[in-house]
């Protein structure tokens, strides 16, 4: 992950899946304990990656998730004019 101001990086992380403090199979087992899901389910963990407190984003930043083999998503901080 990767967040840029400017064109410049003002945060960088990265974090993988050996970080989990389970497998993924034992979190799809707790998963399907209760409940079945005809239509399927997503099993989403969360993010190991968290900028220090007195980060926050501003208007202009981008948000760049890269995964390697499959690509980068990158989403533009636009501020609410509401």
Known sequence: LEIRRNGDAVFEGNTSLEQLARS???LA??????DE???GVFLMT???IVPNDDFSLEDGDEVAITISGIGTL????????R
């Open 46 to 48: 969360g993010t190991g």
């Open 24 to 26: 993924l199979e034992s």
């Open 37 to 39: 899901f005809r239509n």
């Open 29 to 34: 087992a707790w998963l399907f304990r209760e």
């Open 74 to 81: 990158v989403n533009p901080i636009v501020k609410d004019m």
